[in-house]
C-alpha cells in the first residue's frame, strides 16, 4: 500500500484543518488506518485509528473531542478532522495502514506508512 498525506498548514489557534491519506495499491479495504504525529524534539505519538473492520475509532486523550477519523473505501481514502487546534498540535502528521483490525495504538502494528504532512498552529 501507497500512501500519501495532505492537508496540512499554518492555522491559526482556534482553526481547523481536514488532513487526507490517499491509499493506492493493495486492497485499502482491508487495512486499518491510523494517524500519528511527531512534533520537534519530540517521538512520534499516536493520534487516532479506525478499524477496517468494524470502523471503531480510537483517539490520545489530547485530542478527544477536537479531532475525528474517518474513511471512504471507496475512494480508498482516510481523514483526520482538527477543530479547535492548538499550538501544541504543532507536527508532522503521518498517516499509516494496519493490517490488524484491533490493537492498533502502537506504530509498531502498522506496516505502511505515509510521507507527512507538516501542521503548524500559530499566531
Known amino acids: 500500500v501507497q500512501l500519501q498525506a495532505s492537508g496540512g498548514g499554518l492555522v491559526q489557534p482556534g482553526d481547523s484543518l481536514r488532513l487526507s491519506c490517499a491509499a493506492s495499491?493493495?486492497?485499502?479495504?482491508?487495512?486499518?488506518a491510523g494517524w500519528f504525529r511527531q512534533a520537534p524534539g519530540k517521538e512520534r505519538e499516536f493520534v487516532a485509528s479506525?478499524?477496517?473492520?468494524?470502523?471503531?475509532?480510537l483517539y490520545a486523550d489530547s485530542v478527544k473531542g477536537r479531532f475525528t477519523i474517518s474513511r471512504d473505501n471507496d475512494k480508498t481514502t482516510a481523514f483526520l478532522e482538527m477543530h479547535t487546534l492548538k499550538p501544541e498540535d504543532t507536527a508532522v502528521y503521518y498517516c499509516?495502514?494496519?493490517?490488524?483490525?484491533?490493537?492498533?495504538?502502537?506504530?509498531?502494528?502498522?506496516?505502511?506508512w505515509g510521507q507527512g504532512t507538516q501542521v503548524t498552529v500559530s499566531s
Open positions: 499509516a495502514a494496519s493490517p490488524y483490525p484491533n490493537d492498533i495504538v502502537s506504530e509498531r502494528r502498522y506496516d505502511y
Open positions: 495499491g493493495r486492497t485499502f479495504k482491508v487495512y486499518s
Open positions: 479506525i478499524s477496517y473492520r468494524d470502523h471503531r475509532r
